[in-house]
């Protein structure tokens, strides 16, 4: 059974840049999956941010294109997504998840909370 | 402001049945698969319904999925109270080249 698990700080000052891991567990990052992060701001829904593949291909939110990058790490078996600029409108809990194929999300990390504050 | 339009709130009594209609348009719901997603209070979102209308294992019959050109619906039969949670469509897009997700559906079993 896949496993995620998010990590990296909680708390992120304005202007900075935001950076979380998601180890892969249970299963290889370089299968035939694409690897997410989505986030969901307190009280709201949830925004897809990015994705990408062991293969080092991404896509991304055009809304937030400028600012993401996304990466894979083959050895670790995890990947990681930076966010740069960040402002309290960034606050949100960020998951990661795998995209099962026909963009269906089978496997979730529990989220872990970033909040943008001096 | 997404662009898969949710309903914000249903509501229907226990035992009774509740559908969630998911609106987009041809580049996304129209040419892709749709899949559910239920969160419950303070967890993650969990599948429910991939490629439009099929169940994960371990996910009840009581949800099924349905897709007819740009809309999609969920429906959920014999409710129970620990059925009360958000739930939201997703997709892709083909013009933005992403995912999109709906804005979200409260289900409240009353």
């Known amino acids: 059974q896949v496993q995620l698990q998010e990590s990296g700080p909680g708390l992120v000052k304005p202007s900075g840049t935001l950076s979380l891991t998601c180890a892969v567990s249970?299963?290889?990052?370089?299968?035939?999956?694409?690897w997410s992060w989505v986030r969901q701001p307190p009280g709201k829904g949830l925004e897809w941010i990015g994705e990408t593949y062991h293969s080092g291909s991404t896509n991304y939110n055009p809304s937030l294109k400028s600012r993401v990058t996304i990466s894979v790490d083959k050895s670790k078996n995890q990947f990681s997504l930076k966010l740069s600029s960040v402002t309290a409108a960034d606050t949100a809990m960020y998951y990661c998840a795998r995209n099962g194929g026909s963009t269906n999300f089978d496997h979730w990390g529990q989220g872990t909370l970033v909040t943008v504050s001096s | 402001q997404s662009v898969l339009t949710q309903p914000p709130s249903v509501s229907a009594a226990p035992g009774q049945k509740v559908t969630i209609s998911c609106s987009g348009s041809?580049?996304?719901?129209?040419?892709?698969?749709v899949s559910w997603y239920q969160q419950l209070p303070g967890t993650a979102p969990k599948l429910l319904i991939f490629e439009n209308n099929k169940r994960p294992s371990g996910i009840p019959d009581r949800f099924s999925g349905s897709k007819s050109g740009t809309s999609a619906t969920l429906g959920i039969t014999g409710l129970q109270t620990g059925d009360e949670a958000d739930y939201y469509c997703g997709t892709w897009e083909n013009s933005l080249t992403a995912v999109l997700f709906g804005g979200g559906t409260k289900l409240t079993v009353l």
């Open positions: 249970g299963g290889s990052i370089s299968g035939r999956s694409w």
């Open positions: 041809s580049s996304s719901i129209g040419n892709n698969y």
